[in-house]
């Protein structure tokens, strides 16, 4: 396995394990991916996880000397299933999908499919000196694990075609920058740790509800919006309000 998942105090500690390689992305390390993202919604008490990468590198990228050992399996890996994704894109939605927040430690290359792997979190914690890349285009093709849509949500349109079309390499320093990760660290997983545990001293319901909804309407109307907030909230203001009866005054 070079996708390792351990579970402790209802936090997640995910890790590409692959060292030797950058953790560049085999289609087996793909396919755990996905996986370990939908063994994790089924994993009671879950509060939070945090996705990083043993060694010298987040991830380099997608293996594709690796991949071109067996296209047919590349072709299979294309198509989408009822979930609307392929498994390449599977391997990076997983985590969105994931009803608890989810904490990139990122430092070293930041490459191609791990940036986009990066992506899928909610929150990135990157060291100054980590290397990024949307580097699929000097590779003669687009980002396809969901990178797009991703990328949309965080920057403006002229910066994503920007960093897609040049294939420049950009600092982590320059990522906070640009919007593309939220907080710079010399400790990236430390920091990525601490912050996870923040957020599991809080209610998991609200936590997961706040997710959903920043995810379901960050691009939808006001009205649309207020409707799922009202939704939301009435499901959780009987907790709320048994909580505050527990309360000691």
């Given at each position: ?30 396919r755990e991916l996905a996986a370990t993202g939908h063994r994790l919604r ?208």
């Open positions: 396995m070079s996708v390792t998942c351990t579970v402790a105090d209802g936090i997640a500690d995910v890790r590409l394990d692959r060292p030797d390689k950058l953790n560049a992305l085999s289609l087996a390390m793909v089924r994993e009671r008490g879950l509060r939070a996880v945090v996705l990083s990468g043993n060694g010298r590198a987040f991830c380099a990228g997608m293996d594709l000397g690796s991949a071109a050992r067996d296209p047919f399996a590349v072709v299979r890996g294309f198509v989408p299933t009822l979930r609307g994704t392929n498994v390449f894109q599977e391997a990076v939605w997983a985590w969105r999908r994931l009803p608890v927040p989810v904490v990139a430690a990122l430092h070293g290359p930041v490459f191609g499919a791990g940036l986009q792997l990066a992506l899928g979190a909610d929150l990135r914690v990157t060291a100054p000196d980590a290397r990024w890349c949307v580097a699929e285009i000097g590779r003669g093709l687009v980002p396809d694990m969901s990178g797009v849509h991703a990328l949309a949500q965080l920057v403006g349109i002229e910066t994503a075609k920007r960093l897609t079309f040049t294939a420049d390499e950009f600092s982590g320093e320059q990522a906070v920058a640009l919007g593309v990760a939220g907080t710079l660290s010399d400790t990236p997983l430390d920091d990525a740790r601490a912050l996870a545990a923040r957020i599991a001293e809080h209610r998991p319901a609200a936590v997961a509800a706040a997710k959903r909804l920043f995810d379901q309407t960050w691009s939808a109307g006001p009205r649309r919006t207020f409707r799922a907030e009202r939704r939301e909230q009435s499901l959780l203001l009987p907790g709320a309000m048994q909580n505050l009866k527990r309360s000691p005054r």
